[in-house]
């Protein structure tokens, strides 16, 4: 067969790009398992036949694991849930409703999905210092809870539901709140999930705005607690830094498995509507 | 007016209200806010003063300033054209023939990056590009390659920034790429082949065309989206060594939030979202001669 070469060419390639993505996870989790005095030696250790599990103990000592999470947590847990509803609400007027001005409304929603968020830092950090707010996790959970990428994306959802099922309501005499409530927002139940999964990971795994809010170490998030673990560690072990990064890892790991789906729906439903 | 369409008025006004009031309150009032702090110095502390075009002018002449834009230029470059590259490269070998669960494995593997968070990445990649004890230089010395300075070289170090960002970003232009090769009829394909259209040549005068809507809308979002790296180079090198890594967020965050210039911070930023507009509308100006839609 003359198609045999180029296949197996074709799996080589793909086999080494798989390689070189999951090599260094993988060189992450194997390491976090090697007792600290040997995580720098070389060759790297490539299965855990002997796991040592004192660099996860280490993190639990060097940096507050369960505040961390906890912060991250909530903040993550709050946003999401917050855009979820905002979201959908917002989502279903802007499909289902006609009123003048709606036009104009949704396209300067639209419109500030591309403004980079370090535009607007400077006057958001003060905003949020006139509300007494700084230092605070509110600080992180209100201004995210307003997302125009996801108001896009439960429009577009509910554009895609039947529009009969809300006219029958309406004929049958259900009032605009009950139309809501018992026909289209359990519908629409799939696109909430995609703006939360969307939400929980980029604000689970969000950088620059908590850098800039958090001063206290007990409002800190993990990707903050992360980075001074490495800070305070200097180059002493990488075991306990990348037992940390493995920690961090986990709830990104657990969305991964159950939530693939609704993050790949929502990463590429920008793209293709 | 009916009871039912009030109350639609009520349901609609107060379904709308979290997300204009958001949007208003923490997107367009910045925005004027920051127009108005471009023009003065202000420290927070000490009361603002008003000092004109001074801190657009003095952007030109501050050199850290221009190196962090040239920085940043070189980083968009390179990294999308990498990005978009090695996605292209990848969704054509994946969506070309394999057993069903194959597909499914590498598609997944190569989404996963974006799911982990850009400082733990960061972080572990930092450990595999040391340059005395990472995995990195001990594999090349395998191999008789000297040991890179990676993170300590000027040259070097925006290496490791751009590709630890490709790494972590693939997957996203790579989702997109496997989206549009779907949805290209296999009856073009046949009817190519019959032409003698394959290899290179079928990529290029088939595959490429009827996908272009799909790489344009990857190319602006990998643009916009690279045009706003910080994480990276912030846990990696923190801009160094010297300022070869100093990205223009980072000038942002530092400006405002460590030298307490917020009137000079807010300048950058409004000059950075200019260009962000005009790179996007450089780009739809460029996609009509190039983007072809069926």
């Known amino acids: ?273 | 007016m009916t009871t039912d369409s009030r109350s639609g008025a009520v349901l609609r006004w107060l379904f709308l209200a979290p997300t204009m009031l958001g949007v208003g309150v923490f997107v367009l009032v910045p925005i004027v806010g920051s127009l108005a702090l471009a023009f003065f110095r202000w420290d927070i502390i000490t009361s603002p003063q008003f000092v004109g075009l001074r801190n657009f002018t003095e952007l030109a002449t501050d050199s850290t300033v221009a190196v962090s834009f040239l920085n940043t230029a070189v980083f968009v470059v390179v990294a999308v054209a990498a990005q978009l590259a090695i996605a292209m490269l990848l969704a054509v070998l994946v969506q070309s023939r394999m057993p069903a669960w194959l597909r499914v494995f590498f598609r997944s593997t190569f989404f996963f990056p974006l799911v982990l968070s850009a400082a733990s990445v960061s972080i572990l990649m930092k450990y595999l590009f040391n340059e005395s004890y990472g995995v990195i230089n001990w594999a090349l010395s395998l191999v008789g390659i000297p040991a890179v300075p990676w993170l300590t070289s000027p040259q070097w170090a925006m290496v490791v920034v751009i590709a630890v960002y490709v790494w972590q970003n693939f997957g996203f232009s790579f989702l997109l790429f496997v989206g549009g090769l779907a949805a290209v009829p296999q009856e073009i394909y046949e009817a190519g082949a019959i032409d003698g259209a394959t290899g290179w040549r079928r990529f290029q005068h088939l595959t490429l065309p009827l996908v272009s809507p799909t790489v344009l809308v990857a190319s602006v979002m990998a643009i916009i989206s690279a045009l706003q790296v910080f994480d990276q180079p912030y846990v990696l090198t923190r801009g160094g060594p010297g300022d070869s890594t100093r990205t223009v967020v980072m000038v942002i965050y530092e400006s405002a939030f460590r030298q307490l210039e917020f009137g000079r911070a807010s300048a950058i930023g409004l000059v950075l979202m200019v260009l962000i507009m005009l790179v996007t509308a450089a780009q739809f100006r460029l996609a009509r001669r190039f983007v072809f839609y069926q």
């Not at chain 1, 993190?59 to 849930?81: H, K």
């Not at chain 1, 607007?120 to 950090?125: E, H, L, M, N, R």
């Not at chain 1, 509910?158 to 809501?180: H, K, M, N, Q, V």
């Not at chain 1, 990064?245 to 657990?254: K, N, Q, W």
Request: aromatic letters at 12%; glycine letters at 8%; a neutral charge.
């Open chain 1, 1 to 273: 067969m003359t198609r045999t070469l180029p296949s197996l060419a074709r799996y080589a390639a793909l086999l080494v790009a798989a390689v070189l993505t999951l090599g260094p996870v993988w060189w992450t989790f194997t390491t976090s398992l090697r007792p600290a005095a040997e995580s720098f030696s070389l060759p790297p250790s490539l299965f855990p036949l002997d796991p040592d599990f004192s660099s996860y103990v280490a993190v639990f000592e060097q940096i507050r694991v369960p505040l961390l999470v906890l912060n991250s947590g909530l903040v993550t847990a709050v946003i999401a849930v917050g855009q979820m509803l905002t979201a959908a609400m917002a989502g279903y007027v802007f499909a289902r409703m006609e009123f003048r001005g709606k036009n104009a409304l949704f396209a300067i929603v639209l419109s500030t999905m591309m403004v980079p968020a370090q535009v607007t830092i400077v006057p958001v950090f003060m905003l949020i210092r006139g509300m007494g707010l700084s230092d605070t996790l509110l600080a992180l959970i209100i201004p995210a809870i307003p997302t125009a990428f996801g108001t896009f994306l439960m429009r577009q959802y509910f554009l895609g539901l039947p529009l009969d099922l809300g006219e029958a309501a309406a004929l049958d005499g259900a009032s605009p709140w009950r139309t809501f409530f018992s026909i289209y927002a359990p519908l629409a139940l799939p696109g909430m999930a995609i703006v939360g999964v969307l939400a929980f990971n980029f604000h689970w795994n969000e950088f620059f705005r908590p850098l800039i809010f958090m001063i206290s170490e007990q409002n800190y998030t993990l990707p903050l607690g992360l980075v001074t673990l490495q800070g305070n560690l200097g180059t002493g072990s990488i075991s306990v830094v990348l037992a940390g990064v493995v920690l961090s890892m986990i709830p990104a790991v657990v969305v991964f498995l159950f939530g693939q789906r609704y993050l790949r729906e929502g990463l590429t439903a920008g793209a293709s509507k």
